[in-house]
Structure formats: structure tokens, C-alpha cells
């Protein structure tokens, strides 16, 4: 999840109980480190 408020990342952390694959926040500042990580 890319975003840039607080509450997104602690959504993001909320939704990892839900799901059965990794959930990761990256800050809007990170959008590029957020691109490679869902290509790894």
C-alpha cells in the first residue's frame, strides 16, 4: 500500500491479520522502492 497519511498505515498493518500475503506500506515519498518490492 503507497500512501500518505497515518491512518493508511495502520490500515495496512490491520489488513495483514486478514490476508494471507505480505501487506506493506511505503510512504508516497517511496512510490519507486514500492514498485521494486511488488516486482521481487
Not at 23 to 37: H, L, P, Q
Amino acid at each position: 500500500m503507497v500512501g500518505e497519511k497515518k491512518w493508511e498505515e495502520k490500515m495496512s498493518d490491520l489488513m495483514g491479520f486478514f490476508s494471507s500475503g505480505e501487506v506493506k506500506y511505503f510512504d508516497i515519498s517511496e512510490k519507486e522502492t514500492a514498485f521494486k518490492w511488488i516486482k521481487k
